[in-house]
Structure formats: C-alpha cells, structure tokens
C-alpha cells in the first residue's frame, strides 16, 4: 500500500508542477488552455487518490494528528509531495 502511495504522490506533486510552470502559463500567456484542462483533470483525480490514500496509511503507519495534517499541507505546497515522501514514507 505505501509503494502506490508512494507512486500516487509523486505522480501528483509532477502534475502540480506541470499545472503552475507549464499548462498555466500557455493558457494565460498564449492563450492555450487544452493542456491546462488535459493536466488538469490527472492532477484532480490524482489529489483525491492522495487524500484517500493519506487517510489509509495514517491507520498503517500509525501517525498522530500533526503529522496527518502535515502530510496533507504537502499536497498543496509545490515540491510538498516529494519532501513528504523523504520524510514520512523513506524507509
């Protein structure tokens, strides 16, 4: 369960990034937004995979309150997922 949490995670912090320094920008910028609604669909059902799953390994792992809620501010936070990897799911 932690190595599809672990993929689901970094699949969704690479979308993120795609979302504010690509898609974005060709949408305001030039005017493109097909690849803001193509990313940006991934990116929402990947999050939700990401809350799900965050509320299942808090039960594996055993985490408290902060650390639940620290794992979850990841998810908002550009690079969140991959820093919350190192530190929560690096064994």
């Known amino acids: 369960m932690i190595t599809s949490f672990r993929i689901i995670s970094y699949l969704e912090g690479i979308s993120y ?3 504010l320094f690509v898609t974005m920008p060709l949408k305001y ?3 493109s ?7 940006g669909m991934a990116h929402g ?3 939700l995979l990401y809350i799900v799953f965050t509320f299942v390994i808090r039960q594996e792992k055993q985490w408290d309150t902060k650390t639940l809620w620290i794992v979850l ?4 936070i550009p690079f969140g997922t991959f820093w919350m990897d190192r530190k929560y799911l690096s064994t």
């Open 29 to 31: 910028i030039f005017e």
């Open 33 to 39: 937004p097909e690849p803001n609604k193509v990313i």
């Open 45 to 47: 059902i990947l999050f």
């Open 17 to 19: 990034i795609l979302i």
């Open 73 to 76: 501010l990841c998810s908002i």
